[in-house]
């Protein structure tokens, strides 16, 4: 926090700082009246006026150097033509602080390669982020031009006389700071945020990073002595994969064709939630990591201490006690903050955006949750609204525990994005337990295919927006859009897909029925496809496991198979007499009388192997969404084309990797199969009849 003592400021910026700490929505059509000034010119000619912008000449230097990088792309040409931009332009002097911090004479004797990677740090492509765009954001939902996120937290400036407000400005990466009174500066092709310093970006990867962190020292020794931390070191990018092998494609999907592209990375990264020191001493008596793998012998059972001290590397084994509780509290995918979730299509009034993710503890998932039904606050003491919770318990079913916290920053100011992942502190340690299994899963749980494979998250496919779909006309660059993509057989890990298959990724966006706002199709280009991928580990028990989907006249038909057996027969996703075949009706309709007739109703709907679409998602139809997530329109509880199917009801062994495979039966032409989310239901929530607590239709 800052203090100034300046009342003409106060009286200049007071509206604006109110601004900042009100509006939580992004908008990329900003009115031109929101902006700083509005120059007309273009952000290569800005940076370079040093008439009217002086302060820049430094960073522009810098620019000019790292177009002759290596990387083929000369960044100052780049922003002389239209697109969208957002420059965090550092001023002269942040740039001879730099200078001085890193023992460089001048801009000359930058390496041009660091020129590169500091003007691609400073630069976000494809994306125009106004200051009131920060609010509420833990880091900015575009990566930048180094294919990194920047993280972003508030810094409010306050008169030291009268302890007021005076406004609200930004730090990157906890070494940057907007410079509030020259901020929203727009240019032509995007807008200038002028920071007092070089942002960094560090180059370390993601357990060397956490050394950095004292608060987490059992955590990291943890990390170190069960081999989770030599995973991590060992993978930031594979080095094997040759986008040039492959080649954009059309792909005629659900009525229009799209302009799909091939990765061209395959990175890899990790995501840690570490409890600190003091939490593991004051909840869990954990001092040393003999009482750290004492605590979770206690819970997994096996070697006693003496054995693996006798034996350290029996700590790595892949059932070791503390190898498994380490290893649920990592993903092997990069989780920004603000990416954990989305508010794409979900009422946020109605459930709170739920996500559920695969753990570094071989064959365990874990519930990601974003508390935003107001009626689930002040439930727990401690909750608060809108941050994210690990494990919390289903409080619809009474199965109510407050799991655990993630802070959105490590207390002490230090930097948690490393080159290939990102940590976050907790306020508890989790576990996959018995409690956990009885109470954590124990409910439905939906499923969105872009979060079952870790390669889609890290590159990343989604940007962050809620807005239309973009890209799926017959324009090729990816830069100035929200390209969809195809992956090659090979690309995601633990997928096979036969090689006349194409297993197509379609942006995200609210205005189609798609659950998340994003969507995989499988086509062919010889009438022919056959996926077979992994299912998410839950607990042993008796499931529905049903696929929601679109169906159309374009789609195909298809046989489901679970870990190679055929369930049931061939599957026609096209939309002929689907009403009669299905029982659907339109759940919001009231057409029945009394509850016991629209009971009866659903009842029959089930009976034939199908459920409504979820009540609190939505496509959007024109108005926006109180929330400010822009999704609100039909809910898709009330259309027909958005039911669920039960593929099947089968036992899943917790020690076993289940796989689903999918294999055309028809695909001529351009039909194929839309795979949007899977549910997992346990037999608890569907199984309930008579006066039982019957699943609800959210």
């Known amino acids: 926090m800052k ?16 601004a900042g700490l009100t509006v939580t929505s992004c908008n990329d059509d900003m009115a031109e009246e929101n902006y700083y000034t509005f120059t007309g010119e273009m952000m290569s000619d800005y940076l370079q006026n040093s008439k009217e912008h002086p302060e820049f000449s430094d960073f522009a230097e810098i620019v000019k150097r790292a177009s ?68 509420n954001m833990a880091s900015l939902d575009n990566v930048n031009m180094n294919d990194r996120y920047l993280t972003i937290e508030p810094d409010t400036v306050v008169d030291e006389e009268t302890s007021d407000t005076l406004y609200v400005t930004y730090k990157l990466n906890r070494s940057g700071e907007i410079l509030f009174q020259q901020a929203n500066d727009s240019v032509e092709n995007g807008i200038v945020q002028p920071v007092n310093a070089v942002l960094s970006a560090s180059n370390q990867t993601l357990p060397d990073l956490m050394l950095e962190n004292p608060n987490i020292s059992l955590f990291n020794e943890a990390l170190e002595a069960t081999g989770i931390a030599a995973i991590m070191r060992s993978k930031i990018k594979d080095a094997t994969w040759n986008p040039d ?29 570490a409890c600190p020191d003091n939490v593991l001493s004051a909840k869990y008596g954990i001092s040393d990591l003999k009482s750290f793998y004492e605590y979770a012998q206690g819970i997994y059972g096996g070697d006693d201490w003496a054995t693996v001290e006798a034996n350290p590397e029996k700590m790595k084994e892949w059932r070791n006690p503390l190898r498994r509780l380490i290893g649920y509290n990592c993903l092997d995918r990069l989780g920004m903050y603000d990416q954990l979730t989305t508010i794409c299509t979900i009422a946020t009034e109605m459930v709170n955006p739920t996500e559920w993710y695969s753990t570094m503890d071989s064959l365990t998932t874990l519930k990601c949750e974003r508390l935003t039904v107001s009626r689930f606050i002040g439930y727990g003491e401690n909750d608060k609204r809108n941050d994210l919770y690990l494990n919390r318990g ?40 018995d409690q956990t299994k009885e109470k ?99 607990p042993t ?28 027969t061939p599957f026609d996703m096209r939309d002929g007499l689907f009403t009669e075949r299905t029982g659907w009706f339109d759940l919001l309709s009231n057409s029945y009388s009394t509850k016991d007739e629209l009971e009866a109703a659903k009842k029959n709907m089930h009976n034939l192997g199908w459920y409504h679409g979820p009540r609190s998602v939505f496509c959007m139809s024109g108005e926006g969404h109180p929330d400010g997530s822009n999704n609100r329109g039909s809910s898709f509880c009330s259309i027909a084309r958005t039911c669920r199917y039960v593929l ?16 055309s039966v028809w695909a001529v032409g351009t039909a194929l199969v839309m795979l949007d989310y899977i549910e997992l239901v346990p037999k608890s929530v569907y199984g309930v009849e008579g006066d039982g607590k019957a699943e609800d239709d959210y």
Request: proline fraction near 4%.
């Open 541 to 568: 028990g008796t499931y529905q496991i049903r696929l929601g989907f679109a169906n159309m006249p374009t789609r195909g038909v298809c046989q489901f198979y679970l870990d190679g057996n055929p369930q049931g």
């Open 245 to 273: 092998a492959y080649e954009d494609k059309h792909v005629y999907s659900g009525g229009q064709m799209d302009y799909c592209h091939v990765p061209q990375t395959k990175k890899y990264a990790f995501t840690a939630f």
């Open 68 to 135: 002759g990088s290596q990387r083929g792309v000369n960044i100052m040409d780049l922003l002389s033509v239209r697109g969208q931009y957002t420059c965090f332009a550092p001023t002269n002097e942040a740039v001879k602080k730099y200078l001085v911090a890193n023992g460089y004479a001048s801009i000359s004797d930058i390496p041009v390669d660091i020129c590169d990677t500091i003007a691609r740090t400073h630069l976000v492509n494809g994306r125009v982020y106004n200051t009131v765009d920060f609010a």
């Open 3 to 18: 203090q100034y003592k300046n009342m003409y400021m106060w009286l200049v910026l007071a509206l604006t700082a109110v």
């Open 440 to 538: 954590i899963f124990n409910t439905r749980m939906r499923m969105d295919l872009y979060t079952m494979f870790p390669e889609m998250m890290t590159y990343p496919l989604r940007d962050g927006r809620t807005t239309n779909r973009i890209g799926d006309s017959d324009n090729p660059d990816p830069t100035v859009t929200s390209p969809n993509y195809w992956f090659p057989n090979g690309y995601l890990d633990n997928v096979s897909i036969n090689e006349d298959g194409i297993f197509l990724f379609q942006s995200q966006h609210n205005t189609y029925w798609s659950y998340e706002g994003d969507e995989f199709n499988l086509a062919s280009e010889v009438n022919s496809y056959d996926i077979t991928f992994n299912l998410p580990s839950v």
């Open 648 to 663: 099947c009801t089968a036992t899943l062994d917790e020690n076993v990797q289940h796989t689903v495979r999918i294999k």
């Open 394 to 433: 289903d409080m619809s079913r009474n199965d109510y525990t407050p799991g655990v916290h993630v802070e959105r920053s490590a207390e002490g100011g230090f930097d948690q994005t490393a080159l290939n992942g990102v940590y976050y502190t907790t306020d508890g340690l989790l576990d996959f337990g």
